[in-house]
């Protein structure tokens, strides 16, 4: 449950009322297909052959797990990982990770990485004509708490053009991967901002074609997140299986 802008209450999910018995196929278009006309790239990679599903195995359980030893002291606070502060405006983003019953998922890994308030993400392939900021890495991870919550600071990204189509702007985002407790539990995906103008324009945003899974991946506006004379705050929960989750299939 979170607080949009306008101060109302937004139920994305409710743990008892809408916990599955079982893991069933999501509704089509809860996910984004994997090859998506709009999005160019896609039809060069996507698989070409069915999928095949593998057994499941003790090893997936059992296989190594990161924990909060690996943790630097300044992962979680992307304005403090240099001499000097980013440029940019400073935001704390934060949320719960829950499991597929709704109950909050406790020492969860969680990644992220973002462009910097230009639009830019320090990366050898990104060569657009946006300045790099030297206080600005746009990486972070931290582990959740006993409560499945977890905090970043960082800059509020800005958006980029990235050559899809003809003046194709990707939305603000922060990139997002989580880790179960095993590897076969990662989701990956995309954190946006409300209101951001570039939604209707952006095809890797709309190959999501259910509008209410759409919502799920735009963070809220939280004035009681906020750090007074210091920092906004949005809040992000992720849920990483369950009902308009990420659906696992049954063994074939
Ligand atoms: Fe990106």
Redesign the pocket.
């Known amino acids: 449950m979170t607080e949009t802008d306008s101060g109302e209450v937004r139920t994305i999910y409710t743990p008892i009322a809408d916990t599955a018995t079982s893991y069933v196929r999501e509704p089509e278009g809860a996910h984004p297909p994997m090859d998506y006309e709009g999005y160019k790239s896609t039809a060069l990679r996507h698989p070409k052959q069915p999928l095949v599903y593998l057994p499941q195995t003790v090893t997936e359980i059992t296989g190594p797990q990161l924990g909060p030893v690996l943790m630097g002291e300044n992962d979680h606070d992307l304005t403090v990982q240099h001499e000097g502060e980013p440029i940019g405006e400073r935001i704390v983003v934060s949320g719960q990770v829950f499991d597929t019953e709704g109950k909050p998922l406790r020492g969860t890994l969680v990644e992220i990485w ?2 910097n308030a230009a639009g830019r ?1 320090k990366h050898r392939w990104d060569r657009w004509p946006a300045p790099l900021d030297p206080n600005f890495s746009g990486a972070g991870r931290c582990i959740t708490d006993d409560e499945g919550r977890y905090t970043f600071t960082t800059i509020k990204p800005g958006p ?1 053009p990235w050559g899809n189509h003809y003046n194709a702007w ?1 939305p603000a ?1 922060i ?1 997002f991967s989580l880790l179960g407790r095993a590897f076969t539990q990662r989701l990956v995906t ?1 954190m946006y901002f409300p209101g951001d103008p570039f939604f209707a324009y952006d095809p890797i945003f709309n190959s999501v074609r259910d509008p209410k899974a759409r919502e799920r991946m735009v963070s809220s506006f939280s004035i009681h997140g906020t750090v007074p004379n210091w920092a906004a705050a949005y809040e992000f929960d992720i849920y990483l299986r369950g009902p308009g989750t990420t659906p696992f299939e049954e063994a074939h």
């Open positions: 973002q462009a993400y980029y990707r985002h990139h995309q």
